[in-house]
């Protein structure tokens, strides 16, 4: 069981879904969890989230750094809601793709963020190491912002320990946990929960081929139990999660 599913990827979206806004909503409502984060490759999705009911789960808008939102698109969802900001994921022509670079509008919105003072939680997605580390730095001491390394088992460890020491928070994720990536190597996750940091477990899920993301992310949860014991795979999936919500006083907010 999840508390708080950090990541997942309803309709509408140019990628197959399992089902649109509310269907995930009733979902994660069968299901017990508390709240999901409304991640989008094409839109920011708070507009979304405010469609849904608030309770008895909360959906978490966000915004992205892709290549279509400029500054006055991320600054924006920000002001309106966004509780969390990803990484890019495409390149100019729509493409997912690993190892992005920061955005062209990435120093101003630093600027901007450095005098932002609202809770957000900088998700790495599918930045490269020098985005990963601009993340962290800027996270860094800060209360309101919380850095949370995205696909993390598949960060080198060294890097990895580096991120920890700045106080970064690292997701595990279902959907790369059993669709390893091509061409990368998928790190040892007792490894990565000896570091002195906040784990947390997410689906990553909503893809039409998954099903229910959050069926879908428990199973792979039960899986990962039998691996580093019931109490380490509670503390990654109701625990942590929740921790991270707590932290930055967003359950309850308007």
Known sequence: MLSYDLHVHP?????????????VWQAAAEAGVLGFVWKAHEEHTVARCRELPAEPVRAFGSASLN?????????GAIEAGA??????TQDTAGA??????LPRDWSRIVGWLRE??????????HLGAEGRAAF????????????????SLYVPLEEA????????????????????????????????LDLDALVYFTSDGGQHSTGDPFVFGARVLDGLARE???????ELGVANPAAIVSRLGIAAAA
């Open 83 to 88: 509780l969390w900001l990803w990484g890019p």
């Open 161 to 192: 320990r580096v991120l920890a020491a700045s106080g970064c928070v690292f997701e595990v994720d279902a959907y790369t946990y059993v669709h390893e990536l091509s061409g990368r190597a998928r790190g040892d996750l007792p490894a990565l």
């Open 67 to 75: 290549p279509w939102a400029g500054f006055d698109d991320v600054t």
């Open 116 to 125: 932002f003072d609202g809770p957000l939680v900088l998700a790495t997605a």
């Open 136 to 151: 962290a730095e800027l996270a860094a001491g800060r209360e309101n912002l919380v850095c949370s390394v995205t696909h």
């Open 96 to 101: 997912i793709g690993w190892e992005r670079p």
């Open 11 to 23: 309709a509408p979206s140019v990628a197959r879904r399992w089902g649109d806004g509310l269907r």
């Open 228 to 234: 580093i014991g019931e109490g380490r795979a509670t």
